[in-house]
């Protein structure tokens, strides 16, 4: 079945070509869709195109429909062009002419819009949520460790003295940035696009006020010509912060694996987070990370796939666009599962308590010692110098302690003021309200 169908039958080399993968793809916005017809034919009713009659027993079935994507029990059958026909000849079949109803004021165009608004907004619900968590085991991690010195680096050299709770934090904060770009991007999802129909609107008079309000979006795409541009833009701004997001992850990851290497022997995975060699019986590899590290990295080259798919489209609809969703629908499973087994390693992590006491890091102190010198009175430059000829004589004997107290540093790690960071960021996306929206309409 097609929507489109006039009694033409497709050639079938032709068919297969153009439908792609789309009937598995459209497995992922299966509910959104079957959500945004609750909304329209709610809204057609309010404006006289659906019977007051007809309305319930169009819901109920459209809930029963919804239902079964929940539990996996929902296919889209062979010979079905996409989703929105799926769920149209399912209606049809059950309800009869009732069933046809439900497309007036619509084109597949602002369906698919619609559908792929409402999915990436509850996808990146679901991202925050899990890297809000992660934030969250980062601080503890940072506050267990903040006593204990680890070695900082520039150029991979040598450099000052760092420490655990200095680095599990860092990575603490750089997510919580990433979570502003993902409010951004969640800011111009949150936009109703239906009503735009095939991108210059309808005869009809649609209430399209009312079901942004029925869909809990922020505000609607006004400009149904915009409405439809926005395919592949909100795509292309939503993959930019998942990939910001991975590129952060994607270097906690590198760290993890470098640290873990005998030449720096900084943390520890337990045995069974890690896998062996089939001819070497020392190895204990932390593959998860390096996976992470590949699949963040893989992540980080989506938006530049969208952006050549994209690019130099004239306004309108065209083709091209369906082969955004293979690249983008997958991303977000890829990165929740990133984040969830990160954090999990994570959390098992041993560190390495003695690190600093191994002669080979005494010269991470020699700033600290150049300073104690100035605190003395004497010229940062004379300081530098001596230190300097001390560490050429080969008597540099520094004390391994630090006493940094300024916002950020070792003593002074600012957690609190991150975590008050992130729950402001988390607090904005406003989950709760768009939850309400969607759970009324479910029970309408």
Known sequence: MKLWEKGIPVNQAIEKFTVGNDRELDIYLAPFDILGSMAHITMLESVGLIEKH????LLKSLRKLYEETTTSQFVIEGGIEDVHSQVEFLLTKTLGDLGKKIH????????VLLDLKLFTRDAIREVVETTSGLIDLLLNRAEETK???MPGYTHLQVAMPSSFGLWFSAYAESMTDDLELLLSAYKITNQNPLGSAAGYGSSFPLNRQMTTDLLGFSKMNY???YAQMGRGKTEKIVSFAIANLASTLSKLAFDVCLFMSQNFGFVRLPDEFTTGSSIMPHKKNPDVFELVRARCNKLQGIPAQITIMTN???????RDLQLVKEVFLPSFKEITD???ISSLALENMTVNTDITSNPMYDYLFSVEEVNKLVLQGMPFRDAYKTVGEQINAGNFNPEKQVNHTHEGSIGNLCLDKIQEHKQQIVGQFKFAETGKAIEKLLNS
């Open 338 to 340: 990133c984040l969830n």
């Open 147 to 149: 006593h204990i010195l």
């Open 54 to 57: 007809e309305l319930p027993v």
């Open 223 to 225: 400009n149904v010509v």
């Open 312 to 318: 130099n489209l004239p306004s309108g609809y065209f």
């Open 104 to 111: 007036s004021g619509r084109s597949r165009n602002d369906q």
